[in-house]
């Protein structure tokens, strides 16, 4: 009788052991199935990507013509002690403005003009080449000034056609980037245009002394 009981203990004891290690393998299965869905969930989930900035083009810095005037009077009195440094790019504005009036005026054109005269040979070489070239564009342009009125007539009263030989010059200039200026020139009036020639004859006479 005794031994039936233990033996009876003893099966109890021994399924409950089953049951547990039964019971804690199917919560490591769940756990484990879990921790799959977890994953497809996270692999399936729309990847998001923060847009890059673009990145903002520097505006081009437009030079004032004060700031230019400003140059040339610091480099006039740099002796008596002004805070004045070469800066090419001011240098470059100056003379390829220096035959606009708006921007470079009288007073800061004479400034200029000793400027220049101060300069390396190669630099005076250059702009002595380009105020020979405008001192006769003037010139030419005032020997034929009559047949120039006469053309400018005759082409108002017939339609305009463009010749193959024009067409052709017109894509010269614009590749020697002559086409800008020209026409800036032929924009200016007489009075503007006499007085770029006198700039360029100022400046020629102040280079070959």
Known sequence: MGAGKNKAHRKNRISKHVLDSQKKREEEAADEQTDITAQDASSAAPTTTTP?????????????????????????????????????????????????????????FGLLLEYLSSGDDQMQARVRTEGTRRALRYKDYEKNKPEADENEETAKKEPSTTTKSGKDTAEQNEKNGEEDDTSNWNALSDHDKRKEYKRARKLLDVLTE
């Open 52 to 108: 890059k900035k673009k990145k903002s083009k520097k505006k081009k810095h437009v030079k004032d013509p004060k700031e230019a005037a400003t140059y040339l009077s610091s480099w006039k009195h740099r002796e008596a002690g002004t805070n004045w440094k070469f800066n090419k790019n001011t240098q470059s504005w100056l003379i390829r403005h220096m035959y606009e009036a708006d921007k470079v005026d009288k007073t800061c």
